[in-house]
Structures are given as structure tokens and as C-alpha cells.
Antibody, heavy 118, light 108 residues
Framework: QVQLQQWGAGLLKPSETLSLTCGVFGESSSDYHWIWIRQPPGKGLEWIGD???????TYNPSLMSRVTISVHTSKSQFSLKLSSVTAADTGVFYC????????????WGQGTTVTVSS | EIVLTQSPGTLSLSPGERATLSCRAS???????LAWYQQKPGQAPRLLIYGPSSRAAGIPDRFSGSGSGTDFTLTISRLEPEDFAVYYCQQYGNSPWTFGQGTKVEIK
């Protein structure tokens, strides 16, 4: 069973770059999507994007110009970078994973609270 | 982008009652790639149902999912105290993947 543990800076100033990493622990085959999701305070969930087992990235069009998701296979990690943050980017960021195909996102990281404030 | 609309926004029920949550999509969900998640305060979401009627590992059989095309339903047959939470539907058949706005199931 895969487990995810995430880390990264929790307090940023406007215009800085958010950087989070998600470590993958336990057995995993190559057939996974590695996903980032965020949740503004008191609001619902928003899919940021994912990278699949072929290394193909897909991003939410609303964030595409500022987002980079990458995987570091040798370190069993994947990461999120979100540039030019503003207060609107404040919230909890989750990493998650799902197997390719009809499966849902069954493993989640613990979440990282990110606050953007001057 | 597929917009998912969940109803009702809030469901007030007593333990032991049946809960029926609806998720309607603005267009047909490809291959019925529709999932339901439960989220409690301060916790990450937990996968309940995917595809859209398969229970995730360890999920009690009082949770069931159904539907196809644009209309999907999550049913909790008899509410337990630990089931009071917010529930989200999500489609992952079309990019961008999208979530509904959530249904809060609260104790009446």
C-alpha cells in the first residue's frame, strides 16, 4: 500500500513561488497518476494537475501558466511549483495518487497549509 | 470543462436514517469516471466510491454509488455517527478533472 507524505514552505509573500514535495512510500507500480489538489479556506476542492506514468503532465487551465508538476523517480518523490502566488492561492494543498483507469484517488497526503501574506 | 452540481447543499438527518446525495454533470461523464469522497474537518478527503459504483478498500457496504451519463447518486443506507461530514463528487474522465461544490450531511 502506497503512502504519501508531503512537505514544503507554509508562508509565502506575494509574487513568490510555492514549492511542495510529496514523498512516495511503499510498493507502487508504474501505472499511477501523481496529483496535486488544493482547498481554499472554507471552500471546496480544486484539481491543480497531475503527471502520469508516462511523464505526461496535465494542468488545470486556470493555473496552467503558473504550474509545474514533476516526478523524481529515483527519489520516489513528485513536486509542485506554483509561481507568482497571491493571497488567492492561500489554502491547504494535498498530494494524492490514483491508479491509471477507472480508479479514484485512494491515497492522499496529509495536506500542507500555505498562507500568502505580505 | 464539466461542471458538477451537487444537491442538496446541506442534508439534515438523524443517525439511522438514509441519505441520498445527488451529483449532476453539465455533460456526460466519460466512461462513468465519477468518484465520491468524504471529508471531515481538518482531514484529507477519503475515497468512498469510484467508477461510479465500486467501493474503495475498507469502505462499509452502507455506502453505495450509482448512475451514469450526467446523473449520479451516493446513498448511505443507515447513517452512523461517523458519517456526518462533507461529501464531494469528482469526475476524472475529462480534463480538467472537476469536483462538485460539496454536500454537508449534518446531524438533525
Amino acid at each position: 500500500q502506497v503512502q504519501l507524505q508531503q512537505w514544503g514552505a507554509g508562508l509565502l509573500k506575494p509574487s513568490e513561488t510555492l514549492s511542495l514535495t510529496c514523498g512516495v512510500f511503499g510498493e507502487s507500480s508504474s501505472d499511477y497518476h501523481w496529483i496535486w489538489i488544493r482547498q481554499p479556506p472554507g471552500k471546496g476542492l480544486e484539481w491543480i494537475g497531475d503527471i502520469n506514468h508516462r511523464g505526461t503532465t496535465t494542468y488545470n487551465p486556470s493555473l496552467m501558466s503558473r504550474v509545474t508538476i514533476s516526478v523524481h523517480t529515483s527519489k520516489s518523490q513528485f513536486s509542485l511549483k506554483l509561481s507568482s502566488v497571491t493571497a488567492a492561492d492561500t489554502g491547504v494543498f494535498y498530494c494524492a495518487t490514483k491508479r491509471v483507469g477507472h480508479f479514484g484517488m485512494d491515497v492522499w497526503g496529509q495536506g500542507t497549509t500555505v498562507t500568502v501574506s505580505s | 470543462e464539466i461542471v458538477l452540481t451537487q444537491s442538496p447543499g446541506t442534508l439534515s438527518l438523524s443517525p439511522g436514517e438514509r441519505a441520498t446525495l445527488s451529483c449532476r454533470a453539465s455533460q456526460s461523464v466519460t466512461s462513468s469516471y465519477l468518484a465520491w469522497y468524504q471529508q471531515k474537518p481538518g482531514q484529507a478527503p477519503r475515497l468512498l466510491i469510484y467508477g461510479p459504483s465500486s467501493r474503495a478498500a475498507g469502505i462499509p457496504d452502507r455506502f453505495s454509488g450509482s448512475g451514469s451519463g450526467t446523473d449520479f447518486t451516493l446513498t448511505i443506507s443507515r447513517l452512523e455517527p461517523e458519517d456526518f461530514a462533507v461529501y464531494y463528487c469528482q469526475q476524472y474522465g475529462n480534463s480538467p478533472w472537476t469536483f462538485g461544490q460539496g454536500t454537508k450531511v449534518e446531524i438533525k
